[in-house]
């Protein structure tokens, strides 16, 4: 089926994944799985693949946009992208991350921008990166019926903060901290929690701790889930990878190869066919044969 094509109704997977379902999922250890989608032809991809949860991450900035972090990204370029998204998944369960800035300058400031995600996007949850700090928000949007997704551990946003991106929780006042961080959050009522670059033993402490799942990426293979960045998944990144990457597919060698063969169809004329062009009817081209050869022919 082609991806321009509606779907047909009939082939719906009944299925729409719910926080519920992800609870459901950490009870009963079966392993929860998320994917970055930030377009509508790789959303559709991911959602009728049947992946439980898709974040338009705000990785966004750097793997679609080019950014160097992911700290330029506004509202307007993520409320954007989520709409895009959401056309396509249907079953997925859709988090947002609230960019850099959008949740920083105030409580208000950050309620008014989740409202805008949840009701000109569809997302069903934002994500917000931060510890305990950020408890007292994660309480107010979760009393405004806005989902938090907690984020902790490599927080990307933290960049000039950490010195770079820094496995986190490598100390025992370090791993103390985000113990606490993840009671916290999940007392404040986050739905999930993301743990990023965080020692596999500490991720599985967190993890066994938490009444909420935990969704790991560079954190071992413990947590309730994993996620990683789609386009990280088929080389589609021109930065190194983290250590916590794995590749399941070359997309771009496919692209390459793909982009080589038209470009060498075009400079032979052997692009596009006869069959792939427009014709005049016989009728019609009796007459416009007929009118070339009565036009003045040039000296
Ligand atoms: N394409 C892409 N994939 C991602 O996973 C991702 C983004 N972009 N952008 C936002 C953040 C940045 N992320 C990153 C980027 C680099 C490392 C990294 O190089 N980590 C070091 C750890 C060094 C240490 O031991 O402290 C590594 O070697 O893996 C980790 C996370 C994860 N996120
Ligand atoms: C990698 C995930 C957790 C993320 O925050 C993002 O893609 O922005
Ligand atoms: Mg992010």
């Given at each position: 089926m082609s991806l321009t094509q509606p779907r047909d109704a009939a082939s719906q997977p009944a299925r729409k994944v719910t926080i519920q379902h992800l609870l459901d999922k950490k009870h009963s250890h079966q392993p929860i799985t998320a994917l970055t989608a930030y377009d509508y032809p790789t959303a559709r991809l991911v959602d009728e693949a049947g992946i439980d949860i898709i974040l338009v991450g705000d990785s966004l900035a750097m793997t679609v946009l080019g950014h160097d972090n992911t700290l330029a990204v506004t509202v307007d370029e993520m409320l954007h992208h989520t709409r895009a998204v959401r056309r396509a998944a249907r079953s997925s369960f859709l988090v947002v991350d609230m960019p850099f800035g959008s949740y920083h300058t105030g409580t208000n400031d950050a309620l008014r921008n989740a409202t805008r995600f949840i009701k000109e996007s569809g997302a069903e949850a934002v994500k917000i990166e931060g510890g305990a700090s950020r408890a007292p928000l994660v309480e107010q949007l979760t009393q405004a019926e806005i989902p938090v997704v907690a984020h902790i551990g490599l927080t990307p946003q933290s960049l000039h903060r950490m010195s770079g991106y820094r496995v986190q929780g490598r100390s025992m006042a370090a791993i103390d901290a985000l113990m606490t961080d993840a009671a916290i959050l999940e007392s404040a009522g986050a739905v999930a929690i993301v743990l990023e670059g965080v020692p596999r033993e500490v991720a599985a402490r967190i993890t066994a701790a938490s009444g909420i799942p935990t969704i790991g990426i560079g954190a071992?293979?413990?947590?309730?889930g994993q996620i990683l960045v789609f386009h990280d998944l088929f080389q589609l990144t021109f930065a190194p990878h983290a250590k916590f990457v794995r590749t399941f597919g070359d997309a771009a060698t496919l692209f390459r190869q793909g982009i080589e063969q038209y470009q060498h169809a075009v400079a032979n004329r052997t692009f596009p066919s006869d069959s792939e062009s427009y014709h005049l009817s016989t009728e019609v081209l009796t007459s416009f044969y007929h009118q070339e050869t009565t036009e003045p022919q040039p000296i």
């Open positions: 071992g293979p413990d947590c309730d």
